[in-house]
């Protein structure tokens, strides 16, 4: 090959590394998804539906969502397969942090769960104001229950709740006791085909679909507070987390218009979640 062609032919491949470098860089440029483990209420309640078009809209952020029980989720963070984690179970969540798996959380929201029955109530507890009682009334009459079984932040406050009526639920279940080891949704359609009680937070409820002859039959009780948080991936143990989309998803959902879009969001007119951020011991 004499200089000419070899000049020629340098400066071609030159030429087109460049290209394939402004290429791969265009792409990194415009990569600018994340995702969040998150909980199957935010999921099954539409929250994402009708929320994450928003983000991308006011943020230009894809959010792809992983929707498991809370305990799932932290784990899924805990192995660095996702930017952020969004989930209801604050001890857990404290967990999560002083294991160094996020520096930082941030409440977001709140509702509660709502004690869900057949209208035949055949352990009597419709009306009941203290939670602890409709749960021992169950346990006493044998009546069915529907436990998710997953880890999740509801599962984690039943078996709280549980533990607070003074029933070991490990020692005293039976066969009128179920674990399906699934998600909400399913658990409500568990409990609707078999005539069963089961603890479901209000959102997912609303949402349901297949409610069937199920109602809510317990309401109110402040042991069913049920905060939301959200913790940014610590990027110094997983340097994959995309930390500053992350950060800027966190910070829309605690802003003031994010707090505001939360708020918005209601079927037939009922607020399915209560914003927060501002609430420093929420």
């Known amino acids: 090959m004499n200089f000419r062609c070899a000049a020629r032919a340098f400066i071609g491949a030159v030429a087109f590394g460049a290209i394939v470098l402004a290429a791969a860089s265009c792409g ?3 990569d600018r998804s994340i995702v969040v483990a998150s909980t199957t209420s935010t999921q099954d309640s539409g929250l994402f539906d009708y929320l994450l078009p928003i983000v991308t809209e006011k943020t230009g952020i894809t959010v792809k969502v992983i929707a498991q029980g809370t305990g799932q989720a932290l784990d899924t963070g805990r192995r660095g397969d996702a930017d952020v984690v969004f989930v209801h179970a604050k001890a857990a ?7 160094g798996e996020s520096l930082k959380r941030y409440p977001v929201m709140y509702n509660d769960f709502v004690l869900i029955g057949p209208k035949s109530d055949p352990a009597g507890i419709k009306g009941v104001k203290d939670v602890s009682e409709a749960l021992r009334l ?5 009546a069915p229950f529907i436990s998710r079984g997953d880890r999740s932040g509801t599962h984690i406050a039943e078996l709280n709740l549980w533990k607070e009526s003074g029933i070991d639920i490990v020692d005293d279940k039976g066969s009128w006791y179920k674990s399906i080891g699934q998600g909400m949704g399913a658990a ?3 409990a609707a085909a078999s005539d069963a009680y089961v603890l479901s937070d209000r959102a997912t409820w609303i949402h349901f679909k297949n409610k069937g002859d199920l109602q809510i039959v317990v309401e109110g009780d402040k042991h069913l507070f049920n905060q939301y948080g959200v913790m940014l991936v610590n990027p110094q143990k997983h340097p994959n987390v995309k930390s500053v989309l992350g950060q800027r998803f966190i910070d829309y959902l605690i802003s003031p218009q994010g707090q505001n879009d939360i708020a918005n969001y209601k079927i037939n007119g009922e607020q399915l979640f ?3 951020a501002n609430d420093p011991g929420a």
């Open 28 to 30: 990194a440029r415009q």
């Open 93 to 99: 969540e404290l967990k999560f942090l002083a294991d």
């Open 138 to 142: 169950i346990k006493d009459k044998r």
């Open 188 to 190: 409500l359609n568990t």
């Open 274 to 276: 209560y914003p927060n």
